[in-house]
């Protein structure tokens, strides 16, 4: 797929016309989506997909257009407050305790198959 292709000048007819930055997406493009995103469709599921993408398109190209200058960097939309405790070191959990439900294990440890290549 090829990004350049997705959001491209507007049309020069139809609802794309007013303004949004962009034309609509083509089958062809939303099918190369589909392919990169590992999605089995309908036809059916794909149409409405392609347009339901179309609308959250034109939102981002609205939302470019606010100005946010103003607007105080945040972590989170609900300017929720997340308290941490002070980092402390104390004891762990004793290898004999940490263990007990382990299906494998070596010596003090647990055994886990071997994910890399020597």
């Known amino acids: 797929m090829r990004s350049d292709r997705i959001v491209r000048p507007a049309a020069s007819h139809g609802p794309w016309a007013m303004g949004h930055g962009f034309s609509p997406m083509s089958p062809s493009?939303?099918?190369d989506l589909a392919l990169l995103a590992r999605l089995a469709l309908s036809p059916e599921e794909k149409e409405a997909l392609r347009h339901q993408m179309e609308g959250?398109?034109?939102?981002?190209?609205?939302?470019?257009?606010?100005?946010?200058?103003?607007?105080p960097a945040m972590g989170h939309?609900?300017?929720?407050?997340?308290?941490?405790?002070e980092d402390k070191?104390?004891?762990?959990l004793p290898p004999a305790d940490a263990l007990k439900g382990a299906p494998k294990r070596a010596w003090d440890f647990f055994a886990v198959?071997?994910?890399l290549e020597d």
């Open 56 to 71: 959250i398109l034109i939102y981002v190209e609205q939302l470019k257009e606010v100005d946010t200058a103003a607007a």
């Open 77 to 85: 939309a609900a300017g929720l407050a997340m308290p941490l405790r």
């Open 113 to 115: 198959p071997q994910v």
């Open 29 to 31: 493009e939303f099918d």
């Open 89 to 92: 070191p104390r004891p762990g």
